[in-house]
């Protein structure tokens, strides 16, 4: 095992986490939609990834894109057609140039046509689709098109397929110009018989609105299966196992600090784990690194003023002291990022080092 930091992983560099991957098996085998939930870093998208590698081994056409950043239909659609193109292109092999989104359909459908494979169905609707990006169509009349097309495409490909949609807390962005695309998706999703459907969020306290909230579409339909931090021995196990790939051994004591420090959020022990290998156990080459320090200051310059103040003074557990106007509607906001979450009767940051480095400020 080595330490890997930044990136998604593969099935073989994936650590414990096959718990999580049999579920999500086995909820495809018994053709039960999944969530699968967890704060950022858990290494949501690596377990994902396994699994996709898993369904294609047993012959399932898998098709995973993620939607964070998306703002309307047009960002929706193309990331959900050009992973389409990408899937189908490996599979059958064809040529394409990936280019701006109607450049890549024309070519896909040249390209299909010429080795003469069947697809109509999703020829028309990637026909249409360019129609739309030309304003010839809606984006209303788009829609079913959009939501519809992986069934289409299992029919005509005669398989079963597989659609995984990464940090779909996002899709509630296209509430706003289409109040009934929830509804429309969920009534769709419900319908399809050769498509199964996997999505994972990151923001807790929105995706769990949208799952668990009873005025919402998506209520009761999916089975959440949640990635949680490795705990203590969990994580010790972890550090040790990769340092042995650099032939040290630390002193337990400081993979027990590690481990407090970072929750137990592998892409924070991962990233522990490359410092303690290259500079012989010195814990404050983690605690000084300047990767996490700049991440977590992307991060924090994302909030506002007041939730930067609450989650400062929050490191301090001085929860009653806290003196903002508004203060349980910016509890509310920052436990929606996945910032905080509560436990018992109090509010904790999740991020043990987020928490250091507020403290360090």
Not at 163 to 169: A, L, T
Not at 205 to 215: F, P, R, V
């Amino acid at each position: 095992m080595k330490f890997i930091f930044g990136r998604e992983l593969n099935r073989k560099e994936l650590y414990d986490r096959n718990n999580e991957i049999n579920k999500i098996i086995n909820s495809y085998k018994t053709r039960q939609p999944v969530a699968v939930i967890g704060f950022r870093r858990m290494g949501k998208s690596s377990i994902l990834n396994a699994v996709k590698s898993i369904l294609e081994e047993n012959n399932v056409f898998v098709i995973k894109f993620n939607i964070e950043g998306i703002y309307n239909l047009y960002d929706y659609s193309n990331r959900l057609i050009e992973s389409i193109i990408v899937e189908l292109s490996k599979k059958y092999r064809l040529k394409y140039y990936k280019e701006e989104i109607k450049k890549l359909i024309n070519k896909f459908i040249g390209s299909i046509n010429q080795v003469n494979i069947k697809l109509n169905d999703v020829e028309v609707i990637l026909n249409r689709y360019s129609d739309y990006l030309e304003n010839r169509l809606k984006a209303s009349e788009m829609i079913e098109d959009i939501i519809n097309l992986p069934e289409k495409m299992a029919k005509n490909i005669h398989k079963k397929i597989v659609v995984i949609i990464d940090e779909f807390q996002y899709i509630r962005f296209l509430k706003q110009p289409f109040p009934e695309i929830l509804r429309i998706m969920r009534s769709k999703f419900n319908e399809h018989t050769d498509v199964q459907y996997i999505i994972s969020g990151s923001e807790i306290g929105i995706i769990d609105e949208l799952l668990n909230n009873k005025n919402e579409p998506f209520y009761a339909f999916f089975r959440i299966i949640k990635v949680l931090p490795f705990d203590r021995n969990e994580s010790i196990g972890f550090l040790e196992d990769g340092l042995k790939n650099y032939s040290i051994k630390c002193d337990k004591a400081i993979l027990e600090k590690v481990y407090e420090m970072t929750s137990g959020i592998p892409a924070w022990l991962n990233l522990a784990g490359l410092d303690l290998a290259e500079n012989n156990c010195n814990i404050l080459s983690f605690l000084n690194d300047d990767t996490y320090k700049n991440i977590i200051k992307y991060e924090l310059n994302t909030l506002t003023k007041n939730e930067l103040l609450l989650l400062k003074e929050l490191s301090y557990k001085k929860i009653k002291e806290i003196k903002i106007s508004n203060k349980y509607r910016i509890i509310k906001s920052l436990i929606n990022k996945g910032m905080l979450i509560k436990t018992q009767n109090e509010y904790v940051i999740v991020d043990g080092l987020l928490n250091y480095y507020l403290k360090n400020l």
